[in-house]
């Protein structure tokens, strides 16, 4: 579904940069998985977003209307297969029905919007392993009740 | 796979009791989510864990062994329905490579441990609507050479 | 996933009673279809709610903790065979990306939250054949960049 | 399924024109929605609806033949993973139920058609947050009895 | 989904009282094949024709109201298994399209109402191997353009 | 699976030409849809029937081998979604074991052929809108003991 | 689908009079794979053989309707994981396609028929390990062209 | 997975030089199902055995590195639509827990080789139709205890 | 598929008699990967080390039989969702065509027997964490020509 | 997923310089198996072990980064159809409850890491058959409680 050419273009501009995602996040001024999300095309760029990009991977401008436009998202296969992705997969098995009922304990019934929604990751150091940490943080929608 | 009378006991006898996984994190001395998860049979507790526990919500000793065994874990659907639990999905489709990006970025070729992993939800009171912050944190597994 | 006794007992008090969704939709003060969710265990009544509806479908108050109880959503199969509920599945397969764009275009990059959402149906009467209206109302999420 | 590369085209020459759905709502004489569906390969034009399109997105008329066609309609992955799209899907999941009871208790038994049927959208402007609002209406057809 | 004890009393009263399915489309004046949706939970009777039905069976009025209800539709599996239900399977995978252009050369954009629809199955005698006709017949529903 | 080059191929020529399938019914001497499932890559013609409908179609002799030959058979999506595709998965589903008990009251343990096995469509003009018939028709098999 | 407490109770007898399904072939006078069809409820006896494989086996003839009647048939799981199953899969995997160009070849367009079909086991004794033999025999059906 | 190109390759060939499997038997000193497989990428040649096919075929020698390499084999679709090849499928489903009750009789756990095997197709002429035999000849396996 | 409530009479046993499968290893004189395979109804014993097993756990005698049948085998879901489990499938989709390259370069076209084959778990001890040791060993099978 | 092309190369260069991966071994330094992943794009490699292998097998380096990147991986079709790799399925679905259990009886709740993980293939001599030994060894990684 993604726009495969235009992440790789994407990817090969940023490693003949010898840029990182932490470099992009300082020029664009957004998150690095908020852009390694515009890079997979999961997410839309403002105009002045996507021309900063370009410009800083040395891209022509013609990528503009692509950076910009509303992807149609998802990443396709049901069951991931890919051991990183997959964790996320298995979390969402495992704690699923135990994340529900606290949430909605603390808050009632609703969801966690996956839209009005950040994701940041950290490298937490650590002597006997260092650790990800990753923070989900999304808007409480109650279900409305009409 | 689960199993689902257990969870119904523990449920039932905790809201006759009146307490929040909140409350029971105070008396076991473990996290909410955690706990949480061992209503839903993907967790297994100490013999003392399970003693406080049934102890605390004025059920059986019988339940013990339930309690201590190592469950075969998992949710069952694919592709969860409940809209909460989606979100998750959700997540993992749109942002499954960008995540894999970063980390791998940030650390080299791994994975993040949904093992050697914790997971801790907050609430984050906000006057345009509060905010479900749930915090991921799991040992960066790289691999192996061999 | 639903507690299918639970939907079975509301079912057949309403039909003794001789009472429509739309009855009682003037009880409750809420919506038939908001009501007929509740049947169905995919929403979740206050205490006052449940109470009214057990004491007018004669039932009794040991329901109210089941109708009040934040449930696990959904109808299972991943296609639906009934011949009414899949036209809502074809609908989402024949217009989902023409809904997309236009939603999108006029919105920009974002979903029609499906959770703050009301769903109303009404019979317009016409002489070549009667039509249902299903009025579908969901606050626009535009995409956090962060 | 659909003609990919007809509705790149159809989308490239309407951004080029600075055209919007509503735009060519006015001059095709059909709803937004339904125009959408056409450049989706979702619906067949006639032969003056489709001179009209290519005319006012400045096209070559040999793609008339490709407009007035009758598709193979549908979208695809049997779950989609759009955000946007996946909601009609929950909607589905979540309010099946109710929808086919309040529907039959008001018409008998039958569904609504999904040809039968127009699809309207909306912007309804709200200061807490705008909302988006989908029309659905479609012919009641009873089950025949033989 | 089918109330499956249902169709088994109905199916061994009939059994027991040495009733085929056309013996009873005599006396409830509705096709055979009706009349065998009707036990397999995919049709609703009229009170007069379920009355009829369980006065025929010799079964109690007890099962009226099963009848008359307006049941969830549909086998279950995906592919079916059954060889005789599986070629009809088989014939929507084969003659599909060429159904589809057929019909569509003929009507125009549209397609066979299975709502308005009737199923006739006759004995077709034969030296060389008696044959089964099946024939459908349902209302052609052209797309409304709006 | 099938060959879509060449059903491209026969539907422009068939379409050049302002043939309709009734039209080579006429020529071929075998049934439009018939020769639709040919196009469609689901039937193998003879020498003599490829030269017929190449000549008519003003197409190369090249293309005979392709006519001749055996298909693999076979639509791809396991439940289709095209509309009118899918009413054809919906009768199955809904009139599967009805049509399965009727056929064996009359016939014993077998089933309808889909080999040995004509269909047929007509158009029956009805002022209340004009429908569609379609006739299968099939060998009866009994299954073999042995 | 199978009747699995006809199965149980048909297994349990057959082993408690010690007999193999071969001893029941000498008795019913039909091959043991087809006896083995009717304990698993793939099969329809007629009255007289159901009569004698109840006596047989010392079991009531109440069981005997359910030995007659026209069984719903098929395994069930999509892919099987029993090995044993497994390996049919697997042979119809590699060597579908090879099979179905020396049959074609063969036998011109067409197909073996699965019901006009017998199955036969065969133990081949072979001092480097015995072998089984399944000698499958099907009517030939030729696609009939209409 | 297997090599559709070095398949069209092959078949083309053979056509054109008008031979049949039968005829390349005796070339190839080989199975003619065998040497199907080997046309459709599911078996393995020897470089002798590659030799003697590509001289009879016409072909280039350059194709023997792909004739004799160790292909990934598999036909594709979970369940498969081609009718002749169904049917197989067909078997496994309605015949798979007989055959595996009356092998397991003869042999004790364990299962008939799909790898030690040979698979042979022969046409036997009967007035009443010509009938397909399939002889499968695996060894059979017992499980290892250990 | 397999007798689960046989499985849980042998868990609790064993647990009752606080045995390990190493100590059954000991009394019945098998792995005790093997033994947990009996468990599982995954594997089937002879009269003798049914005997010594139900003894040992102080069983009734009764489950013999269930212990010496031939069982359906098998996990059931496609993906299994436990994370111990799906470590394995994990394996088979990462390593799965690189074992493949291995094992045919050493022993040609063929396979490792999962028949003719024995599991062995061992538990390495390490100070950086103890190691899970799981040796597989299966005859190798080579494809026959034929 | 994997770069398929990058693979073919591999390979192709592989077998002109007639090497196998045991020789590879001695080359790079690392296992056979886990330069068989890094060909199939399922394992990354450091700049060094990229160099020596492009080197080695007379390759271009500019294949190293594509060598180096971290690779998504994973296979692909969820059930495999390759007899050797569909046995290492069938083993977890038999062996996959039995394995859960002896490995948490001797470690406690827990898995075994598949990525912290080595898999070593031999080939042990026999004169009944030589025999493929596959050695897995994975840290243990216990369940975190928190």
Chains 1, 2, 3, 4, 5, 6, 7, 8, 9, 10 share one sequence.
């Not at 509303?70 to 997959?86: H, S």
């Amino acid at each position: 579904m993604a726009n495969v050419e235009l992440t790789q273009t994407l990817l090969a501009a940023k490693k003949a940069k010898g840029l990182t995602f932490a470099d992009l996040e300082t020029v664009i001024g957004c998150d690095e998985v908020w852009i390694a999300s515009l890079f997979y095309g999961q997410a839309s760029a403002s105009e002045e977003q996507a021309s900063k990009l370009v410009e800083t991977l040395g891209l022509s401008t013609d990528l503009i209307p692509e950076l910009t436009k509303f992807p149609t998202k998802g990443l396709g296969p049901v069951v991931p297969t890919d051991p990183l992705i997959y964790r996320f997969y298995e979390i969402m098995q495992i704690y699923g029905m135990p994340m529900k009922d606290v949430i909605q304990e603390k808050f009632g019934d609703g969801i966690m919007s996956a839209i009005d929604f950040t994701l940041d990751i950290e490298k937490i150091e650590d002597p006997k392993g260092d650790r990800v940490q990753v923070t989900m943080n999304g808007k409480f929608l109650p279900y409305k009740k009409w």
